[in-house]
């Protein structure tokens, strides 16, 4: 041991024998770390040796400041240890460079695993040869094993019990986070990982960024707000500087967070009073293992009762006795051509990577996968969607002449497009599946309009075609008819509402036209295809808002076809995505893309401002109430959140905006947790204009046009993508008056600035959804996709590229007449399967 540490070792060991008093040194320790890191920097062997210097050099410097003898004791204790496990690792460090080319010796076999307990699974327990690499207090890299393993897809199916350690309670744990089965915890990926070789200093923090900080914690309060909620204050310190750690309702944490802990913390710096702060950061104590060894750790779901360590050791187990076990889904040749992981070596390396780019490479195999599996269950989707015929559609072209010269305005170029699209596709005896893209307000009604035309007036007047439109609300639903009628009624056209608010008696009457022929046109809900309801001759069908509508409701649809035909089907959704990412998103709908807006549509004026900046948006609203129109404002949450303490929550705002800022005023409220009914009578009130502002979350994204509405204002606007942002400033300008958006952001951040100017300069949605998958990645739009997929992890980390190049070679194997039946693609079929088990069935 050099002098320095030697000397840290002398002052500390006085200490403790003068009762931590602070009297080791004249001026006490504090003056002692001031001279003490200049000389230890001076003598350290590496980077972690220096990180070491600092982290001890903080914890003495706020020595005195610790509360009584017990935290005292606790922290010279601490750093003595340290000191200890310092100068072995020093002395490994010296002798690994005089035999630096000696390879290391091989890791100690564990001894022969206990008999496992007996489980209810009437499969017979299948314990494979367990790896020879036996995790430490915390588990290490696995390391890739010589001799090839048997697959075991029957010792995979068990359940978790038959792992180490692993009993009934703690199976039920586990479960909670997704893993029942040995497979299901291999595919229970980190949700984040902690890289103790790229840690950043305190003092070198950006405002907005997420990021991990390792420090020492060396002081904690517990302070009550004037709205008696508790807030734990801790101060961390790293040697570079420190960062104050705010925790909302959880008083709790002031008794497990003790001075001289060493812990990582993990959150988004913000700033308050010009000082970087953490709000309710995710943290857990580090280990002198985990710093010496700069390892990555892997950071898993929990749950109470799960530990971090816990769930590390029983991912450990699992990953290295059973990885080596899981049949290879994807052909040899594929993998061979882009030079990807086999799925042993990737599900090793995502759970315990060696270095960065192991876990790189592992997230791309696996990233892969997801987005392979997603393409060939759509492919799949799409044969079985077209296997049985439909009734070709072909309208005399002299309804098509009488439909056009009924409108008000002339198509814009792209309607007249999209319609041809659509026509060449009804003419066909192959059902279409078909997705109408545009942008809100580009027109998507008429289109719908010109298809039911053509539908309709198809085959004369002996056998008339029927269609039906389901809108995900009552009151979208009633729009529809209501403008439906209005275009449709003197076309011969006969328009029919059901919903689940029309009366039993109209009900029973639109079910009796429906199965007899007497009506055209269905307009309604959820309600157009119950069992109650059987059409006489269905043969085009048009959704309203895609991302609504699942798997199970299509297929729904598809049995209320006449006989052996399948009707038609056209889906719409206002949410622009990306052309480089639609084939992805839709791969199992032909896509249409309305992307011309109709002369005269009015630009929405869009400005951000800050929050304390807030008051400017309330008065805007008082003065464009005033005038007669309508105001909305969107909240991120319902109600408060100790996640997300400083978030305005809609119930919460709503009675403070009613009863401080806006007292004069009649304010409605609407949000998610509301239930249907709920729902449509604050729609309702706001539409009839029976109340001024409507506080709302962003359940209102999707809703009935109020032309008077003019001002939307959305408070933490730097929480949303830009396509949600678009959506909902899509609420306003319907009408003939100029209607404003007006955007807060609780961050200052350059990423949230960006994000915002963007909307600022833009109301196209194309050029707003390319600049969210520039900035966000493909995730947010697969998430707008919600219903009929599976959930995907890790192909949202990566680009358009890897999910084209995936898309590519599932068409390949499926043009080649592929099933998936021969031998060889057994596991590819198999794990199909099982990905798409929870968003439909692929059989």
Not at 54 to 67: F, Q, S
């Amino acid at each position: 041991m050099t002098e320095p540490f030697e000397r840290l070792q002398r002052v500390l060991e006085l200490e403790k024998q003068q009762g931590y008093k602070n009297k080791a040194v004249v001026g006490g320790i504090r003056q002692f770390a001031a001279y003490w890191i200049g000389q230890a920097r001076a003598d350290a062997v590496d980077e972690a040796d220096i990180f070491f210097v600092d982290m001890v050099a903080e914890t003495l410097a706020n020595y005195h400041r610790l509360p009584g003898d017990a935290a005292r004791r606790d922290t010279v204790s601490n750093l003595l240890g340290k000191l200890r496990s310092r100068e072995a690792r020093v002395s490994q460090l010296q002798a690994s460079k005089e035999s630096a080319d000696v390879p290391p010796p091989p890791p100690t076999a564990t001894a022969t695993p206990p008999q496992r307990k007996a489980t209810t699974t009437q499969q017979p327990v299948v314990e494979p040869q367990r790896s020879q690499h036996t995790p430490s207090e915390e588990p290490s890299q696995i390391e890739k094993p010589e001799p090839a393993e048997a697959v075991d897809p029957v010792g995979l199916a068990q359940p978790v019990t038959v792992l180490k350690g692993v009993g009934a309670k703690m199976a039920e744990l586990l479960a909670k986070v997704g893993g029942e089965t040995v497979q299901d915890l291999l595919y229970l990926h980190p949700r984040r990982y902690d890289d103790y070789s790229q840690m950043k200093p305190i003092s070198k923090l950006e405002y907005g960024e997420t990021i991990t900080v390792v420090g020492t914690v060396w002081q904690v309060r517990v302070r009550k707000t004037r709205t008696n909620q508790y807030v734990v204050n801790a101060v961390l310190g790293d040697g570079t500087g420190k960062i104050q750690l705010n925790f909302f309702g959880q008083r709790w944490l002031a008794g497990k967070l003790k001075g001289g802990m060493q812990i990582a913390v993990s959150g988004k710096v913000e700033q308050y009073l010009g000082r970087p702060v953490f709000n309710s950061p995710e943290w857990e104590p580090v280990s002198e293992e985990q710093l010496k060894t700069n390892r990555i750790v892997p950071i898993y779901p929990l749950t109470k009762g799960l530990g971090a360590n816990r769930m590390r050791t029983i991912m450990y187990d699992a990953v290295a006795t059973w990885s080596g076990r899981v049949p290879d889904p994807l052909p040899q040749s594929i993998r061979n051509k882009h030079k990807l992981f086999s799925i042993r070596d990737a599900l090793r390396h995502v759970h315990f990577p060696r270095n960065a780019e192991m876990l790189r490479k592992a997230q791309e195999r696996l990233a892969f996968d997801e987005a392979f599996l997603l393409q060939l269950g759509m492919l799949h989707q799409r044969r079985e969607w077209q296997k049985q015929p439909a009734r070709p559609l072909v309208a005399h072209e002299g309804e098509r002449i009488r439909f056009y010269n009924s409108l008000p305005f002339d198509p814009t170029g792209a309607q007249k497009r999209v319609i041809g699209e659509i026509s060449a596709d009804l003419a066909n005896p192959t059902p279409m599946n078909r997705l109408l893209q545009g942008d809100v307000g580009a027109g998507k009604t008429i289109v719908a309009a010109a298809a039911i035309v053509t539908a309709v007036k198809a085959n004369g007047q002996n056998e008339r075609v029927q269609a039906a439109l389901m809108a995900p609300t009552e009151i979208l639903a009633e729009q529809h008819f209501n403008g439906l009628s209005t275009l449709l009624e003197p076309l011969g056209i006969r328009v029919r509402l059901l919903t689940g608010g029309v009366a039993a008696k109209e009900k029973e009457r639109v079910y009796m036209e429906a199965a007899q022929g007497q009506a055209d046109l269905f307009i309604g809900t959820t309600a157009l295809i119950q069992d109650g309801i059987d059409y006489q001759n269905l043969g085009l069908v048009v959704i309203d808002e895609q991302h609504r509508f699942g798997v199970d409701q299509r297929g729904m649809l598809r049995d209320k076809g006449k006989g052996e035909f399948h009707p038609h089907l056209l889906v719409m959704t206002a949410t622009p995505i990306p052309r480089s990412l639609a084939l992805s998103v839709y791969g199992d709908l032909d896509l249409s893309v309305l992307d011309e807006m109709p002369p005269g549509r009015q630009e929405i004026l869009t400005r951000w401002l800050k929050q304390a900046e807030r008051e400017r948006a309330y008065g805007f609203i008082r003065s464009q109430v005033a005038e007669g129109r309508q105001a909305y404002m969107i909240f991120p949450l319902v109600e408060e959140s100790e996640k997300l303490d400083d978030v305005k929550a809609a119930t919460a705002e709503h009675d403070r905006l009613q009863q401080e800022v806006f007292p004069n005023l009649r304010l409605g409220l609407l949000h998610g947790r509301m239930n249907s009914a709920e729902k449509e009578a604050a729609m309702r009130q706001f539409y009839a204009h029976e109340t001024d502002v409507l506080i709302s979350t962003t359940v209102v994204e999707v809703g009935v046009d109020v032309p008077n509405a003019t001002v939307m204002v959305i408070e933490g606007a730097n929480r949303f993508g830009l396509a949600q942002l678009h959506q909902l400033r899509g609420r306003v300008g319907r009408g003939a008056h100029k209607s404003y958006c007006i955007l807060i952001s609780d961050s200052t951040s350059s990423d949230a600035i960006e994000r915002l100017t963007a909307l600022e300069d833009s109301n196209d949605g194309f050029v707003l959804a390319e600049k969210d998958l520039e900035l966000r990645g493909p995730g947010e739009f697969f998430g707008r996709r919600q219903s009929g997929i599976p959930e995907l992890q890790m192909a949202l980390l990566f680009d358009q590229e890897l999910l084209q190049t995936a898309r590519d070679e599932a068409i390949a194997l499926v043009e080649k007449g592929s099933e998936l039946e021969a031998q060889e693609l057994t596991p590819l079929r198999l794990r199909v399967q099982q990905f798409w088990r929870n968003a439909g069935d692929i059989s």
